[in-house]
């Protein structure tokens, strides 16, 4: 089973809009949630150069105005490399993509 997750930069994008609240990973009186966090406390665990899902405030800034400006926004992980290298071959063959999808077919 895959867990589903959101990344740091989401969690904070959608909590300041007020769309979603966030709550620490553990509590110490044993209950399964902790604490709720607030957007300092967000802005800081995002922004932490410890945790591998942190991010520079600037890239996070640049995340949020794209986002607000309605553009999907993913990050970048070696597997989506291939697929944004095979995008920019179709973008920029010489061959039109239906001629080329018509000829497989053919053959």
Do not use: W
Not at 38 to 46: E, H, Q, T, V
């Amino acid at each position: 089973a895959t867990a589903q997750h959101l990344f740091m930069e989401e969690v904070v994008f959608l909590h300041e809009r007020g769309l979603i609240e966030a709550f620490a990973s553990s509590s110490t009186d044993g209950s399964p949630m902790g604490a709720p966090l607030n957007s300092m406390a967000l802005f800081a665990m995002l922004t932490s150069t410890e945790s591998k899902e942190g991010m520079p405030l600037a890239a996070y800034l640049t995340y949020a105005h794209l986002r607000a400006q309605t553009f999907i926004v993913i990050r970048h992980t070696p597997q989506r490399l291939g697929l944004v290298k095979r995008i920019h071959e179709i973008c920029t063959s010489t061959v039109p993509v239906d001629a080329s999808v018509h000829k497989r077919g053919q053959g």
